[in-house]
């Protein structure tokens, strides 16, 4: 059992959102998380207040907390974490703390725009993802729901879904067909290994 964390039969879920992109994935997440009444928001954490996640998140009702990088980094997003059960990555695109990811251990998810494990790794992330699918002549794309470790990408895949890579596709046709997958993907993996783990 992890110290401090809710038992609760209600499952508390915190997203940690990066500082750039739209806020997508966060917000069709904490959707399907308001909608079911096994879980529950805990908070939405950024390291900026003007990330478009975190304003997306206070104009959708939702607890949010800012942890800016620094010294007290870890302690701090600890503290913002306290009473959490999973943690969910939107658009992070930072390793987490040792120690962090040490005490959500196989709790800590992140939703990837590629199949892993190709095309993953630091620096792999939105429009160089699908460059790269692109370039290397893939017939297929989607996306990865994996656990989240100490390295970028490397951990257990939970749930995947594929799509075609069509001849006349950009980066950009890629990506929004990708996106589709990715909102409908990442709560199915987190109920998945949720009601897994109680069992």
Known sequence: MLVGLNTESVTRVSIIVGTKGRGSNMVALAQHITADPGFVIHRVIGTKADAPAIEKAKELGFKTAIVPLGESFE???????????????????????????????????????????KFGGKGMYGHFVHDAVIAAGETESGCSVHYVTKEYDEGAIIRQERCPVLPNDTAETLADRVLILEHRAYFAALKEVAHRSRS
């Open 75 to 117: 302690k701090d997003l600890a503290a913002a974490l306290d009473e959490t059960n999973w943690i969910c990555l939107a658009g992070f695109l930072r390793l987490l703390p040792e120690s962090i990811v040490n005490r959500w251990d196989h709790r800590i998810l992140n939703i990837h725009p590629a199949l892993l494990p």
